[in-house]
């Protein structure tokens, strides 16, 4: 069974800092692109960051670009994003999504494996 586990999310003042996590079983996903998406109330689910199968390509939504910065580990089959200077509208449940391909885009259609979400939410 393929299963995408986000971790780190939390509870943090406007200006802090968290890096959630995202860990894969069930498959190999070192050869195919990931990327992170998020959701907040009310809203629909929105790009943040995406990289490609061997980590030497990423591109960020401009509301994040330069805090966030996504990373991934294959040896440990595992994808990262952290998150600096945040702001009270990055409070959201982020996802980590997979392709079956190695290149990213920024649409979430384009992904076909989803974790579960981790809340993140920022105090102001």
């Known amino acids: 069974q393929v299963q995408l586990v986000e971790s780190g999310g939390g509870l943090v003042q406007a200006g802090g800092s968290l890096r959630l996590s995202c860990a894969t079983s069930?498959?190999?996903?070192?050869?195919?692109?990931m990327g992170w998406f998020r959701q907040a109330p009310g809203k629909e689910r929105e790009f943040v960051a995406a990289?490609?199968?061997?980590?030497?390509?990423?591109s960020y939504a401009d509301s994040v670009k330069g805090r966030f910065t996504i990373s991934r580990d294959n040896a440990k089959n595992a994808m990262y994003l952290q998150m600096n200077s945040l702001k009270p509208e990055d409070t959201a449940v982020y996802y980590c999504?997979?392709?079956?391909?190695?290149?990213?885009?920024?649409?979430?259609?384009?992904?076909?494996?989803w974790g579960q979400g981790t809340q993140v939410t920022v105090s102001s």
């Open positions: 999504a997979a392709r079956t391909l190695s290149r990213y885009t920024n649409n979430m259609r384009d992904y076909n494996y």
């Open positions: 069930g498959r190999t996903f070192r050869t195919n692109a």
């Open positions: 990289i490609n199968w061997n980590g030497d390509s990423t």
